[in-house]
């Protein structure tokens, strides 16, 4: 499994790097914080709404995140288990980001 650190976030971003967010909090936490042009699926949706992703460009990197880096890695692990070829989990959640990155970013 595949982590990257925020850093590493924003260094693809700045480089205008192809890439899916994948926000996989609940709606509640989404609304609280989250990352610009991200896709929200909870976790626990996720199985379910799977299909929502299959239209993904391949060479398009998924980085999944949540609070500090859990539920992203179990979303990353299934979703490499599901075909998704180029996906990692943002170690540290969009706390870190906050933290380090960006201290616009409420955190909670």
């Not at 205008?16 to 609940?26: A, C, N, P, Y």
């Not at 609304?31 to 239209?55: F, K, M, S, T």
């Amino acid at each position: 499994m595949t982590e990257i650190t925020v850093e590493d976030l924003r260094d693809l971003r700045a480089r205008g790097e192809k890439l899916l967010l994948l926000d996989v909090r609940q709606t509640w936490e989404h609304e609280l914080a989250r990352l610009p042009e991200d896709v929200l699926i909870p976790l626990n949706e996720l199985p379910a709404r799977l299909e929502e992703l299959g239209e993904l460009d391949h060479s398009q990197l998924v980085i999944c995140y949540c609070h500090h880096g859990i539920r992203s890695l179990n979303a990353a692990a299934f979703l490499e288990r599901n075909g998704v070829a180029r996906v990692a989990s943002l170690a540290g959640g969009i706390d870190a980001w906050s933290q380090l990155i960006d201290p616009a970013v409420p955190r909670y």
